[in-house]
Nanobody
Framework: QVQLVESGGGLVQTGGSLRLSCAAS????????MAWFRQAPGKEREFVAA????????YYADSVKGRFTISRDNTENTVFLQMNSLKPEDTAIYYC??????????????????WGQGTQVTVSS
């Protein structure tokens, strides 16, 4: 059974930083792309960042480019999202997601089949 468990959310002031982690119980973790999505109150879920299974390629939404960094540790089955220079508009529930092995569409933010329960990030102004 696949499980994704996020941690690291919290309350931070504008300009601050947070690091989210997602522990994945996927035995074939090193073959799947991973991503972070977020959903703010009253808004649809949106793609934030994705990373290839080999960790050599990353993609970001324009709204977070230059401020957020996605990374992964295939030895620990964990993916991270380092968030710097946080803004109030970054406030949302952040979800970790796992794609299908060797997906060719992961960078579009589609085809993710497993999701975590989410972690709340609140940025105060």
């Amino acid at each position: 059974q696949v499980q994704l468990v996020e941690s690291g959310g919290g309350l931070v002031q504008t300009g601050g930083s947070l690091r989210l982690s997602c522990a994945a119980s996927i035995r074939y973790f090193s073959t799947v792309p991973m991503a972070w999505f977020r959903q703010a109150p009253g808004k649809e879920r949106e793609f934030v960042a994705a990373i290839r299974w080999s960790a050599d390629t990353t993609y970001y939404a324009d709204s977070v480019k230059g401020r957020f960094t996605i990374s992964r540790d295939n030895t620990e089955n964990t993916v991270f999202l380092q968030m710097n220079s946080l803004k109030p508009e970054d406030t949302a529930i952040y979800y970790c997601a796992a794609g299908t092995p060797y997906s060719s569409t992961y960078w579009k933010g589609v085809g993710y089949e497993y999701w975590g329960q989410g972690t709340q990030v609140t940025v105060s102004s």
